[in-house]
Structures are given as structure tokens and as C-alpha cells.
């Protein structure tokens, strides 16, 4: 009985010492995802107007632009997937692994080959294992992007649709982006979209009929959309990231949480085990008293 109150009592140690540590990591992601939705809501306002600035010069002028024009023939499409750089965040970088898989399946029935960009140790770790080539990878700040991360992700992306993906193995002719948006504390989603081409204004106001507007662009429309394609590019991944920074933080947050709940839940269970074999120990202990004194007493009663 003994060896097994030593058992229930140091496993005990060791849940406690795990539960302070998920405690902590869940109040430092707590602490952390407030600057995180900030961050979110101060830039996706000018990801979207910047998206709007693109869509409206591609839709209202007849200038004819990688940036909006889908190629003929096109042979291999750029997957960004943007996973955490650490664990212990529930399902949240398999959710955005699953969902890069399923994009690049449907790519493949498309007839396209598939480019993988990846942001996060957890993508690529996942990648290497499977022995998958990787176009390029970075990691080290997916908790904390910041705009340089960002224009880096972003100048290897536009390297490669610029270049011509019939004649360059690194060309490619679409962009798609997986990342998880953040919608709150409890409810992030894994989502894959494509950047380029353009497909459709995005926008929230109904699609005007009739007569369009007439635009004046200066020096010309080309020019314009030379110019907006690195901003929207870089705009859109810093976005992304951030949306995923947050939805990172909340998944750990939540993750970390249960685990604190069932630890508290496993102690309980552990406390009820070593008080029950305490219990017993003791129960043995008094009847081995109790049958040492009726033995001793026999042998009083025996030798008078």
C-alpha cells in the first residue's frame, strides 16, 4: 500500500507542475492576442481598400495585365501556407496543412503543378518529413509578424509569377494564399484564396449595371498596376499573417485552457486515489495492531 501511495503522490507532483506551466502559457497567449486583434484591425481596412484600388483599375480599364489577366495556358500555381512556428496550439497548423493539401489536390486536377511557399516551422517540418521540395520557407516570427516579414514573403512570391512559368521551373502562373482568419476567441477558420489573377472586386457594395464610370489613369493604366502590384501583394500576406498571428494565440489560449481544466480534473481523481489507499494503509495497519494485541493476549490467557 505504501508503494502505491509513493505513486499516486508523485504523479501528483508531476500534473501540478504541468498545470502551472499550461496556466502560464495560456495567460501569456491571453495577454498576447489583444495586441494581435489590434494589429488585425488596423491593417485590414487598408488591405481591403488596396485590394478595391487593384480590382477597380483591372475591371475599368481595357489594359491587359498579368496582374488580371488569367494566363491561356497556365502550368504551375504558388501555395503560401502560414502555419505557427510552435505547438501546444490545438489543431490550428494541421487545420492550415489540410487545408494547403486540399488546395493543391484540386490544383492538380486543374492539371497544374504546385509550388509550396510555407511560413512556420509546423508546414515545414510536415514538408521534410514527407521529402517534399519547398520553393521557400521562413520561420521565426509567425506569433509576431512584422511588414518586413511580410515584403520578404511577398518579393518571393512576385519574383515567380513575373517570371515566365513555361521556360523557368520557378515561374509560376497563380497565387494562392491558406492562412486561418480570425474571427474570434472561439471560432477560427482555415481558408484558402487566390491572390493572382484578380477575380472579382472585392468589395461589399452591390455590382453596379449599366453605364461604368470613366477612369483617367496617369501615366497609364499599366503604369498603375506596376506600381500597386508589390503593395498589393505585401499588403495581403501582411494581412494574412496577422490574421493568423491572432488565430494562433487563440487556439493556444483555448488549447491551454483545457489542458489546465484537465489537469485540475486528473488531481482531483489523484487526490481521491491516495486518500482512498491511505485509507487502506491504515485500515491494514490497525487490524495488524489489533491481531498482534488478541495474539499477545492468547498467549497471556494460554500460559496461566
Do not use: C
Request: aromatic residues 6%; without cysteine.
Amino acid at each position: 500500500m505504501g508503494a502505491q501511495l509513493r505513486v499516486y503522490r508523485r504523479r501528483m507532483r508531476s500534473v501540478k507542475a504541468t498545470k502551472k506551466i499550461t496556466k502560464a502559457m495560456e495567460l501569456i497567449s491571453a495577454s498576447r492576442i489583444v495586441k494581435a486583434q489590434q494589429r488585425v484591425t488596423a491593417s485590414t481596412p487598408y488591405a481591403r481598400e488596396l485590394t478595391r484600388a487593384v480590382s477597380a483599375v483591372a475591371t475599368y480599364s481595357s489594359t491587359k495585365h498579368p496582374l488580371t489577366t488569367p494566363s491561356t495556358n497556365p502550368k504551375r500555381a504558388a501555395i503560401l501556407i502560414i502555419s505557427a512556428d510552435r505547438g501546444m496550439a490545438g489543431a490550428y497548423s494541421n487545420n492550415a496543412v489540410k487545408e494547403g493539401e486540399q488546395l493543391a489536390s484540386a490544383l492538380k486536377a486543374r492539371g497544374l503543378e504546385t509550388s509550396a511557399y510555407l511560413v512556420g516551422r509546423k508546414a515545414v517540418n510536415y514538408y521534410r518529413f514527407r521529402k517534399r521540395p519547398v520553393a521557400g520557407s521562413w520561420s521565426g516570427f509567425s506569433d509576431s509578424p512584422t511588414y518586413e516579414n511580410a515584403k520578404e514573403v511577398a518579393d518571393a512570391l512576385i519574383s515567380a509569377f513575373l517570371a515566365d512559368a513555361q521556360t523557368d521551373v520557378n515561374g509560376v502562373d497563380e497565387i494562392h494564399i491558406v492562412y486561418t482568419e480570425f474571427q474570434s476567441m472561439l471560432t477560427q477558420n482555415a481558408m484558402a484564396k487566390r491572390m493572382l489573377p484578380l477575380e472579382v472586386v472585392e468589395s461589399d457594395a452591390p455590382i453596379p449595371t449599366g453605364l461604368l464610370p470613366m477612369y483617367e489613369f496617369e501615366p497609364s493604366a499599366e503604369t498603375v498596376l506596376n506600381a500597386l502590384l508589390p503593395r498589393y501583394i505585401e499588403a495581403r500576406v501582411f494581412n494574412a499573417m496577422l490574421q493568423s498571428a491572432a488565430s494562433e494565440h487563440a487556439a493556444r489560449r483555448r488549447a491551454m485552457k483545457s489542458a489546465t481544466d484537465n489537469a485540475d480534473d486528473l488531481i482531483k481523481s489523484l487526490t481521491r486515489l491516495a486518500n482512498a489507499a491511505r485509507q487502506a494503509e491504515i485500515t491494514q495497519e490497525i487490524s495488524e495492531i489489533v491481531g498482534g494485541a488478541d495474539a499477545l493476549a492468547s498467549a497471556s490467557a494460554g500460559s496461566e
